[in-house]
């Protein structure tokens, strides 16, 4: 077993960045965008780039950096381009399902980048029909593309409007024309998408996944779209579509707990702050008698920070991380998982040696992390080893664009706390509860928590779930 080929955990999700400067060569700062999403998706990149008279495009399985050269960024010349990181929801893994996705006609070209998962797929493939150059594409995201060659004569605000009150499921959505930038987010407002603008009294927009992507590019972050809300920015300006029925509001939490990077914003807070709070109200809930609190890397880092403030205990840093090794690196087996845990992780014996350690993480999936963590800090001469997760047990399947794994394969579906923690071996086991999750959350719009509760509020339809 090697390295690249260990996949199993919750996996990232994609990242969609896009950018319109007329009289700017764009492709750089889609670049620079891309590479600060990259944690939302590490398996294939793709640029589609448009010079006002067609699209050109760029697309190939591997990291940011792997894809692109400087000569490949100075060959996609123009002043609008969108761009993807893709962690596959549907579909394998392979360039042809990498994005963006391009559609082809008479009237032009349309490019299409979707971070978000579509439930309905399958029972619009039956109904659209895709004939021509849409036929061959399996990936949901290809839905988009189907709706323009089925609803030819469509304006472009009316085909926005039929993807709203038609397709279900989680999307946010960047596309590019020859001569127009679109952002568009579900009705639900599933996974973050947020519009920038350029600084310093340059004339242009940016829409990225995150806010990170908008500094990485040297933007000027506006506000988040609203779920529901289109945005179409061309020669004529920046305009706004707002026009489909209000939906139950349902943004994931878990992009707070574990996806977004910490430095991005959401709902007006960063990602940091917030995972810090979580870390306080763990402490308030859970306050365990130890000498040390220790987190685990990287995502576990500001709620382990959190929960030491708040008790007093002081913050060490027990495990050193291998910073070449990327989020997602572990197999069912066990021989495997030990084999990912152990390059990822090493333990600091003197910080750990003879101490009541409390150990802090963001959330428990399959306990893979935490047993084999808790297992080497005994081997390291732990008095005793207390384990807490900063998000309630995840006990049910996500199908919104979240690998997060079947029922029988989440480590708390069927098991009570007591038998998790004989599972990992720990001497105390406590995790956030849901309540005390949703009020250090207090967002705005409503949230998705149908892994923790198992309310599925935006339909699932029964093929889609497998
Ligand atoms: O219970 P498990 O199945 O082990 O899954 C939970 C772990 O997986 C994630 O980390 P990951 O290594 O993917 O990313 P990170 O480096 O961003 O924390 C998460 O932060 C937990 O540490
Ligand atoms: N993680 C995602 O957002 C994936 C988008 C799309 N469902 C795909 O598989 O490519
Ligand atoms: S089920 Fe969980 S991971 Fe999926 S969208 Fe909802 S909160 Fe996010
Ligand atoms: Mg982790």
């Known amino acids: ?86 962690y596959s929801t549907s579909c394998d893994s392979s360039e042809a399902n990498a994005q963006p996705l391009v559609y082809k006609d008479e009237r032009g070209s349309i490019a299409v980048a979707h971070n978000g998962n579509i439930t309905n797929a399958s029972q619009l493939n039956k109904r659209l029909a895709p004939a021509g150059a849409t036929k061959s594409l399996k990936l949901d995201s290809a839905v988009f593309l189907s709706f323009i060659e089925h609803y030819r004569n469509l304006p472009l605000k009316k085909l926005l409007e039929r993807y709203l009150n038609d397709i279900s499921g989680s999307y946010s959505l960047i596309m590019l024309t020859e001569n127009s930038l679109i952002g568009l987010r579900d009705p639900h407002g599933m996974r973050p998408l947020c519009l920038g603008k350029m600084k310093n009294s340059e004339v242009g927009y940016m829409i990225a996944s995150e806010t990170c992507a908008i500094e990485a590019a040297n933007g000027e972050v506006i506000r988040e779209i609203n779920p529901g809300e289109g945005v179409i920015i061309n020669e004529a300006g920046i305009e706004f579509i707002q026009n489909c029925s209000r939906r139950r509001q349902c943004f994931c939490v878990f992009e707070y707990i574990y996806l977004a990077r910490s430095d991005s914003v959401l709902d007006g807070r960063t990602v940091n702050s917030v995972r810090r709070d979580l870390g ?139 038998e998790v923690r004989l599972q990992i071996g720990a001497d105390s086991l406590h995790y956030l509860s849901l309540p005390g999750m949703l009020q250090v959350l207090q967002r705005s719009e409503e949230l998705c928590t149908a892994c923790f509760d198992g309310v599925y509020h935006v339909p699932v339809f029964k093929q889609e779930t497998g």
């Not at 060490?316 to 152990?342: H, W």
């Not at 428990?364 to 390291?380: H, P």
């Not at 399947?397 to 007591?418: F, H, K, N």
Request: proline share 5%.
């Open 280 to 418: 306080r109200e763990l402490a308030r809930e859970h306050p365990v008698a130890g000498d040390e609190v220790i987190a685990i890397p990287e995502s576990g880092t500001a709620m382990a920070m959190g929960y030491s403030e708040q008790l007093g205990l002081p913050f060490r840093e027990g495990l050193i991380r291998n910073r070449y090794m990327g989020r997602t690196f572990i197999k069912p087996e066990q021989t495997e998982r030990e084999l990912a845990v152990k390059l990822k992780f090493n333990v600091l014996g003197d910080v750990i040696r003879g101490q009541r350690v409390v150990i802090v993480d963001d959330s428990l999936v399959r306990g893979t992390t935490s047993r084999q963590i808790i297992q080497m800090f005994r081997e390291a001469g732990a008095k005793e080893v207390h384990f807490l997760a900063a998000s309630p047990p995840l006990r049910f399947p996500c199908y919104y664009g979240i690998d997060i794994p079947s029922v029988d394969e989440l480590a708390a579906a069927q098991r009570t706390v007591e």
């Open 1 to 86: 077993m090697f390295p690249w080929e260990l996949h199993d955990k919750p996996r990232d999700e994609c990242g969609v960045f896009g950018i319109y400067a007329p009289g700017k060569s764009v492709a750089l700062k889609t670049y620079y965008g891309l590479i600060a999403l990259q944690h939302r998706g590490e398996e294939s990149a793709g640029i589609a780039v448009s010079d006002g008279k067609e699209l050109r495009l760029h697309k190939k399985m591997g990291l940011v950096t792997e894809v692109f050269n400087k000569d490949l960024i100075e060959n996609l010349k123009g002043n609008a381009a969108i761009g993807h990181v893709r």
